[in-house]
Nanobody, 125 residues
Framework: VQLVESGGALAQPGGSLRLSCAAS????????MSWYRQAPGKEREFVAG????????YYADSVKGRFTISRDGGKNTLYLQMNSLKPEDTALYYC???????????????????WGQGTQVTVSS
């Protein structure tokens, strides 16, 4: 199993970025996937999740209405579209695969067994 994030960058407040997570080594469409983030000195926190079928999406209150999670089964890729970025969105962003097949995404860190290496998002003027 391999998860490789990309798309992190320096962005201005109010700007947008799209993160990607390329998945390989497993049947991508069978697993819920999520994005987490970790800022310096803080715990890793749930950002958004999407069910294995892509029907259900879930967001942290802090990003609801600004971020959109999606997945492309044909490309085995998970996305996070981030709009109206704020300085408090600055963090290392990780994608994660659910531990169980055919599960829904949730915010429990223990529900995920594989993680990418992270991509840095910095929001600053």
């Amino acid at each position: 199993v391999q998860l490789v994030e990309s798309g992190g960058a320096l962005a201005q407040p109010g700007g947008s970025l799209r993160l990607s997570c390329a998945a390989s080594g497993f049947t991508f469409s069978n697993y819920a996937m999520s994005w987490y983030r970790q800022a310096p000195g803080k715990e890793r926190e749930f950002v958004a999740g999407i069910s294995w079928g892509g029907v259900g999406t879930y967001y942290a209150d802090s990003v609801k209405g600004r971020f959109t999670i999606s997945r492309d089964g044909g490309k085995n890729t998970l996305y996070l579209q981030m709009n109206s970025l704020k300085p408090e969105d600055t963090a290392l962003y990780y994608c994660a695969r659910a531990r169980l097949r055919y599960s829904s995404a949730d915010a429990d860190l223990q529900s995920y067994d594989y993680w990418g290496q992270g991509t840095q998002v910095t929001v600053s003027s």
